[in-house]
């Protein structure tokens, strides 16, 4: 594993997340079960090889992750229990119109993971590293030349394309808001205030779910009703405008989780766990926290669903520039808010339904009495020598 370790090294040294090698290290770990399987070295793979992964891939069920409660301890051991009553792998759920996940690889986990491994081998090519002459997952080359984008125009830009010869076509996301009432079911089924504050401030500034997890205590300003947070990708602090609300059940968090002995100081965390030990709040309980809330109303909203409704509710008022709304969600190009100017699957479906109902009431109605027709007095004066005026 000795590539991988010194691709990981490289990975590291740039600017990026943390999560990015967890996530390169799971599409590697399933390639080199892979070619394992085969018993074929790395830098021995294949056009056909990557080809054949790619299928296999489109083929093959999803590995499912065992609760910690329900792993095997011997052969004895019981088989986790089946979910009664829950919509079928891949279907719409009924509460919200979103696909569940599915049984087979998405199209966009496949999608990462031919970039991933051509990432990975383009970076060794670049080394000459062992025996290794080509990359098994090549670009798409036109019909009739050997060089992609042969014919680009020098003058302009190339565009950020992935033509990547195995990649899949990725379906375009309409993103989704959480109606109002909804919202509302969710957040009373929430267990403490600060679940309760943490959604109010997502939905009212907007923020990543992980970035809202950066803030300290000192970042969360109740005179100015800001809270600051960390960007994703460039690092920056930034403060974001909240609700009041929001400012009262962090207060009402906040007087609990000290009288509990959660760590009180400036420079603290904001967020912690409500069990000791005290641990900072981490994005992944997060997300349970807000899944337990889903299980409850039998829905599967998102914590990403919740910037997409605070972007949707900004630009729904006239009096908020648009170029506000794209500082605030911390977005490098206005262009970046056209996807929410497309009407969504919901909006349609009830337009759509309106127009039904009108043309029903058309056909039901009578149709208006046809009036006696008038003459003109003038006419019928001229004609029969009636008195002129």
């Known amino acids: 594993m000795q590539p991988v370790a010194v691709f990981f090294k490289e990975l590291t040294a740039g600017d990026s997340s943390p999560l990015t090698p967890r996530s390169y290290g799971m599409d590697l770990l399933r390639w080199y079960r892979f070619l394992w399987a085969f018993e074929i070295e790395w830098d021995r793979a294949v056009r056909e090889d990557a080809r054949d992964f790619v299928l296999w891939m489109k083929l093959a069920d999803k590995p499912v992750r065992v609760h910690w409660r329900h792993r095997s301890k011997g052969p004895s051991a019981p088989s986790p229990p089946a979910r009664v009553g829950g919509p079928a792998p891949g279907t719409p759920n009924p509460v919200t119109g979103k696909p569940t996940r599915g049984a ?11 970039t991933v491994l051509r990432t990975f081998y383009d970076f060794h090519l670049e080394r000459n590293t062992g025996s290794l002459l080509v990359n098994p997952f090549p670009l798409a080359r036109g019909r009739r030349t050997a060089r992609a984008n042969a014919h680009h125009n020098p003058e302009k830009e190339h565009r950020k394309q992935r033509a990547g010869l195995y990649r899949p076509k990725i379906p ?44 300290r205590q000192v970042d969360a300003v109740v005179g100015r009703q800001t809270i600051g947070v960390i960007r994703k990708g460039t690092h920056v602090y930034q403060e974001l405008p909240a609700t ?13 989780a000290w009288r509990d002995g959660v760590p009180r100081g400036r420079t603290q965390p904001l967020w912690w766990t409500l069990r000791r030990p005290w641990r900072p709040l981490a994005y992944d309980a997060a997300r349970m926290m807000f899944n337990r809330a889903n299980e409850l109303l039998g829905s599967n909203w998102t914590l990403h669903d919740l ?8 630009l729904d008022d006239p009096t908020m520039p648009p170029v506000y709304v794209q500082h605030i969600l911390g977005h490098r190009y206005l262009s970046t808010l056209d996807i929410y100017n497309n009407p969504s699957q919901d909006d349609v479906i009830v337009a759509g339904l309106a127009h039904h109902e009108r043309q029903r009431r058309k056909r039901e109605s009578p149709p208006p009495a046809a009036s006696p027709a008038a003459y003109n007095q003038d006419s019928l004066n001229n004609l029969f020598g009636g008195p002129t005026p």
């Open 244 to 256: 009041g609300d929001a400012f009262v059940w962090l207060r009402l968090y906040q007087e609990q």
């Open 172 to 215: 375009k996301r309409i993103p989704r808001r959480i109606p109002d009432d909804e919202y509302a079911d969710v957040f009373a089924g929430l267990r403490s205030h600060r679940d309760r504050a943490l959604l109010a401030f997502w939905l009212s500034t907007g923020a990543r779910a992980e970035e809202l997890l950066t803030s």
């Open 307 to 314: 910037r997409h409704t605070a972007t949707f509710r900004m």
């Open 104 to 114: 087979k690889y998405a199209a966009t986990t496949r999608a990462h993971c031919e």
